[in-house]
Structures are given as structure tokens and as C-alpha cells.
């Protein structure tokens, strides 16, 4: 099946640098990817959309220049968390439809775990 | 609006025994739904869709639109069953909605 993969699989970093998270579709091209945040014990929450060659598209609340998303290619999304706080502290997690396998079907990455000091 | 609502953070049944795990939703439109699963240190995955209607791994999932409800059942569990699952809605453009999901333990 296809595979999506997320790097790094965690990182910590200080308060107030950036960190880049890359989403991969390995054996598929992607059009559209999904960013996801999961705090502990919670849900997922649908951050904002990836369109490959186009400007990404946030929900209701999410800060686009505190995330920025930069899909470039079809097999690669990436989100960066500028001027990272404690507060931003989650697990993020993408998601690629593969648009042969017809349907609505999403294939998740691992996530990765951001945690700030 | 959209929202998926899983009554249950925990259920625990014995092996043998019959499973159903609840979600509900409300949704303005003509939904499609998924039940996804999450098995320990795993991604999340596709369990099943409302649409396919079909089986897997012993599970189905009826779409009750009276009742918005979107309930999934296995009438014999089996300890690899244990894991976290997580009803989701579609709101279009494949943007899902998900549940709080509910975490599985299949007892033996």
C-alpha cells in the first residue's frame, strides 16, 4: 500500500527557533497533503491542506505565518513552525490522498513529536 | 457544523465477545464517514468507509441516518483487535473531522 513518511520522528528545540517538518509520499505523487496537530489524550485536529504548487489553504484558527506550509513537489509537503513556544509543543502528523487508489483515502505518516523549551 | 462525537474513551470486553464501538456525528450534508485504527506504535490507518460497505477484519459499520450514527461492530473480538480507533467525517474536499477516539482492549 502506499506509504507516507514524516522527518524527523521528534525534535526539541529551544523557545523562539524554527523547526521544519517534511511529509513524504514515497511511492505515489500526492496533489494534496493534510496537516494534522494531536495534543496528549486528544484528537486530531486538521490544521491545513497542502496543495502542491499552490498556496496551502488553514482552518478556522490556525495562524498561517506561525505555520508556514510549502508543498513544491508531488511526494513532498513540508511545515515549519516559526518561532516555536512551549504552546507548540504537539504531535503533528500529515496525511496524502493517493489519487489512484480511487476513493477518499488517506495514507498517514508516522508523525512527529515537537517539543519546545 | 461538523462533529464526531465517541461516547466512550475506554472499552474493554473479553475475548469472544462482541464488540460495538459508538460514533455519532452532525453533519448539514450527506456525510461519509470512516472508522480509522490505530494499533499500538503504529500509524493511523483505514479501517473501513460507509461507502464500501464492506467487511474488515470481521468489522462493518452501518450509517444510520435517522439516528446519525456511524456505530462499528465485530461479533467475536480477538485480542489483536486491542488498539485506538477513531471515527471521522468527511466534510468535503477530504477534509476529515475526526472523534476523540476510543481505545480498545480485548481482555483474554
Known amino acids: 500500500g502506499a506509504v507516507v513518511s514524516q522527518h524527523p520522528s521528534w525534535v526539541i528545540c529551544k523557545s523562539g527557533t524554527s523547526v521544519k517538518i517534511e511529509c513524504r509520499s514515497l511511492d505515489f505523487q500526492a496533489t494534496t497533503m493534510f496537516w494534522y496537530r494531536q495534543f496528549p489524550k486528544q484528537s486530531l485536529m486538521l490544521m491545513a491542506t497542502s496543495n502542491e504548487g499552490s498556496k496551502a489553504t488553514y482552518e478556522q484558527g490556525v495562524e498561517k505565518d506561525k505555520f508556514l506550509i510549502n508543498h513544491a513537489s508531488l511526494t513532498l509537503s513540508t511545515l515549519t513552525v516559526t518561532s516555536a513556544h512551549p504552546e507548540d509543543s504537539s504531535f503533528y502528523i500529515c496525511s496524502a490522498r493517493d489519487p489512484t487508489s480511487g476513493g477518499e483515502t488517506q495514507y498517514f505518516g508516522p508523525g512527529t513529536r515537537l517539543l519546545v523549551l | 457544523a461538523q462533529r464526531v462525537t465517541q461516547p466512550e474513551k475506554l472499552l474493554s470486553v473479553f475475548k469472544g465477545a462482541p464488540v460495538e464501538l459508538k460514533c455519532n456525528y452532525s453533519?448539514?450534508?450527506?456525510?461519509?464517514l470512516f472508522w480509522y485504527v490505530q494499533y499500538s506504535r503504529q500509524r493511523l490507518q483505514l479501517l473501513l468507509r460507509?461507502?464500501s460497505r464492506e467487511s474488515i477484519k470481521g468489522f462493518t459499520a452501518d450509517l444510520n441516518k435517522g439516528e446519525t450514527s456511524f456505530h462499528l461492530k465485530k461479533p467475536f473480538a480477538q485480542e489483536e483487535d486491542s488498539a485506538m480507533y477513531y471515527c471521522?467525517?468527511?466534510?468535503?474536499?477530504?477534509?476529515?473531522?475526526f472523534g476523540q477516539g476510543t481505545r480498545l482492549t480485548i481482555n483474554p
Open positions: 453533519y448539514s450534508g450527506s456525510p461519509e
Open positions: 460507509h461507502i
Open positions: 471521522a467525517l468527511s466534510r468535503g474536499a477530504q477534509k476529515l473531522v
